[in-house]
């Protein structure tokens, strides 16, 4: 089922006008009311801030949906009914009317179908740790491997295991980019003390890797890796411990984990990471608006 465009995303679309797909998860799973709602619409400003017009994409009553008028967002953000939706997740969502807050691994194939290369959101699902007992390993890393969408993002989050989570990426041949770095940013830190497997200085850098990606028919989406501002960078690996180790001991997992995480994270540190999480999503969307503008331009030539 092709996504339904908002009047803006379709005009934007047929003008071949730089389009940034943003994910829902962040409003329905990622973040607390009010916040939820007022970062959506603070990302959304940004990316027209920067040139390109913003198509958060959700499922909306079974419809899925690129580009959200007003009402649709505060639904996702205030609705305790709605539900979170991977890729695997999209057709019984369709079948059942729900709404849906959409994963990275949804998001991509959404936006892949509406046509919508360059995608913002704040990080992406990885090889959780434990993994090689647990098997939970994040769809995004699959969805990377096998749709062309280019997701810019913060690196991983740092409850996840950086070091595995690169290595499933490679197997799945899919390029991993930093912007303005060697490192491979870790979400809420700059750094994770890994090395990315190419560094690239300027949108317009991005913008043409993409696009040579892309002619050669490889298959997969791109990973773009945007460090955190530095203002707003936290070391947070204590606090991380400890919420891992209490979601170990209720039994928390799947997609339970990532949401419960970021809540008990936003609690010990006394709203200090939603707080670097809102900077982080707006940087990645600033930088995915600048790489959709270079792409447009670079398409167009």
């Not at 939706?85 to 194939?109: H, K, N, P, Y």
């Not at 704040?122 to 959780?128: E, I």
């Not at 690169?166 to 750094?191: I, K, N, W």
Request: proline share 5%; with cysteine; net charge neutral.
């Amino acid at each position: 089922m092709l996504p339904v465009l908002s009047d803006e995303v379709r005009d934007a679309l047929a003008a071949r006008r730089p389009v940034v797909a943003l994910e829902s998860t962040i409003i329905s799973h990622g973040m607390p009311w009010p916040q939820n709602a007022e970062t959506a619409r603070l990302i959304e400003a940004e990316v027209r801030a920067h040139g390109a017009t913003p198509a958060t994409i959700a499922v909306i009553d079974g419809i899925p949906r690129a580009g959200l008028d007003p009402a649709m967002l505060e639904r996702l953000g205030r609705d305790r009914g709605v539900v979170k939706a991977s890729s695997r997740d999209l057709a019984a969502a369709f079948t059942r009317r729900a709404t849906a807050g959409t994963t990275v691994s949804a998001t991509m194939i959404l936006a892949e179908l509406a046509g919508i290369p360059v995608f913002a959101t704040g990080g992406v699902g990885g090889v959780h740790r434990g993994a090689e007992t647990s098997f939970d390993i994040s769809a995004d890393l699959v969805e990377l491997g096998r749709t062309g969408t280019a997701v810019v993002c913060a690196g991983v989050k740092s409850i996840l295991d950086i070091p595995k989570t690169l290595e499933f990426l490679e197997t799945q041949r899919v390029p991993v980019l930093a912007y303005g770095t060697d490192d491979f940013p870790a979400f809420y830190s700059r750094t994770s003390g890994l090395k990315a497997d190419h560094r690239f200085d300027t949108p317009a850098e991005i913008a043409e890797v993409i696009h040579h990606h892309r002619a050669l028919g490889a298959g997969t989406g791109l990973l773009i890796a945007n460090p955190i501002p530095a203002e707003h960078a936290i070391e947070l690996h204590a606090e991380i411990a400890v919420a891992v180790a209490e979601a170990a001991a209720r039994g928390i997992g799947g997609k339970a984990l990532t949401p419960f995480l970021l809540a008990r994270l936003n609690e010990i540190t006394a709203g200090r990471s939603l707080s670097a999480n809102i900077a982080l999503v707006r940087n990645n969307a600033r930088l995915a608006a600048q790489i959709a503008v270079a792409l447009a331009a670079l398409t167009a030539g």
